[in-house]
């Protein structure tokens, strides 16, 4: 095993494309580690860097103890795990497993120690005789993985190895991953442009954009503390809720809404108290609202806001509450790029708003009796407000924004 760390790496790809832009990651020893970030950002780029199938055109990346720069990808000792895995459909599954260490002239008795364990590990017992066609999608993709653990290599690079499998077996290979990664315990940078599978899988989360790196962090903490608009509004199913806010001495005001924010608050966000009499953009977790009536009490503090539902989504445990409100969408250029990366996965932009309204997200309590148009209170817990700075789009007193 070994950690892997790349210093100020670049990528400029003939043409003049610059697809990662100095960056500086250090992934421990074991650790999972997630780059995610919308399509072309950078990620494929800078795992297949890793890897050795791309050059680097700057910067260094070590793997254990060396430069790597211009180690090619055989003498790497880590295994790739792709969207597109081919299988070789002449084999079956055991001769698929055993075919990358025959080529290595490993012991007969070593290659059947592998296979089975990795067989074992995978569920893959009872088809080891069975050639690819037979198998369903998530089983091929499992065989995927052994042929990559068969390897025992020191660090695993999978690109999107899920994103051909549909969602529930995504979910079920997400979790056997988890399993796979609390096992073997080998060092994995793992790409995906989704979200969700980022948050699950990663010990932490790198999040790309345009090349360059945004925030590295724990999943909870990029969720809670995002360093700017662009991170708080990519992480996170529903996206986070963002308005152009005036913020005024004990609370902010838009549209017609007027929320108090709690003293704690200004302390919490150094430099925020700056931004008194001005604007600056909000940022609302759906999940920081609650219907007012299924509060019942415990959400003392928390500010009303009454709104007139457009669309409910109900989800089971929860329900999304769509409504609007009557302010602008927030011009940023992030929150405009994170817009149009949402339309293009979901397609679900199609709500026409008229001028000047936003379309916001509550996520609420299934208990909640709610409808479309009706008029709903909100409580909305103004703890949990996040604050930008309208030019850069910075998060408002995080800790790597704050200087000195
Ligand atoms: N071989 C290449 N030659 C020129 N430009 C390239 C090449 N490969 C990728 N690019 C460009 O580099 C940028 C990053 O591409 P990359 O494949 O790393 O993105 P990605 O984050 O993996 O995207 P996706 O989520 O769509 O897979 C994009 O602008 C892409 O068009
Ligand atoms: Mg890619």
Redesign the pocket.
């Given at each position: 095993m070994a950690s892997i760390v790349l210093r100020g790496v670049d990528?400029i790809?003939?043409?003049g494309?610059k697809?990662?832009n100095g960056l500086d990651l250090e992934i421990k020893d074991g650790e999972f580690m997630v780059l995610v970030?919308?399509?072309?950002?950078?990620?494929?780029?800078?795992l297949?860097m890793i890897a050795g199938l791309e050059d680097i055109s700057g910067g260094e990346i070590h793997i254990g103890d060396k430069v790597v720069n211009h180690l090619p990808p055989k003498d790497r000792d880590i295994a790739m795990v792709f969207q597109n895995y081919a299988l070789y459909p002449h084999m079956t599954v055991e001769e698929n497993l055993a075919f990358g260490l025959k080529l290595r002239k490993m012991p007969k008795a070593e290659i059947q120690r592998r296979v089975v364990e990795a067989a074992n590990m995978l569920g893959l017992e009872g088809y080891l005789k069975r050639k690819p066609a037979a198998l369903s999608g998530g089983q091929r993709q499992r065989v995927a993985m052994g042929r990559a653990i068969v390897r025992e290599p020191r660090a695993f690079l999978m690109?999107?190895p899920l994103s051909n499998l549909d969602a529930k077996l995504r979910v079920s290979m997400r979790a056997s991953l988890n399993q796979l990664h609390e096992r073997l315990g080998v060092t994995t940078v793992y790409?995906t442009?989704d979200q969700v599978e980022a948050m699950t899988l990663g010990d932490r989360v790198c999040v790309?954009k345009d090349?360059v790196l945004q925030q590295v962090d724990t999943p909870q903490n990029l969720f809670d503390r995002p360093v700017n608009l662009f991170v708080a509004g990519f992480m996170g199913s529903p996206a986070m809720n963002f308005v152009t806010a005036d913020l005024v001495r004990d609370g902010i005001a838009f549209a017609n809404y007027r929320l108090p924010i709690p003293a704690s608050t200004f302390t919490d966000k150094p430099g925020l108290g700056d931004y008194i009499g001005r604007k600056l953009i909000v940022g609302v977790r759906p999940s920081d609202f609650e219907d007012a009536r299924s509060a019942n009490g415990h959400n003392e503090g928390w500010a009303r806001i009454p709104v007139r539902v457009s669309v409910t989504e109900e989800l089971g445990s929860e329900i999304n509450v769509l409504f609007t409100i009557d302010a602008p969408p927030v011009m940023h250029k992030d929150a405009l790029a994170l817009a149009q990366d949402a339309a293009g996965d979901e397609a679900d932009g199609s709500l026409p708003l008229g001028g000047g309204k936003s379309l916001w997200t509550a996520r609420v309590n299934s208990r909640s009796q709610v409808r479309p148009n009706q008029d709903l209170e909100l409580v909305v817990d103004t703890h949990n407000l996040h604050f930008f700075d309208p030019e850069s789009g910075l998060a408002i007193g995080h800790p790597a924004n704050v200087r000195g």
């Open positions: 990528k790809y003939a043409g494309v697809a990662v970030g919308p399509s072309g950002c950078g990620k494929s780029t800078a297949r690109d999107e790409v442009h790309l090349g």
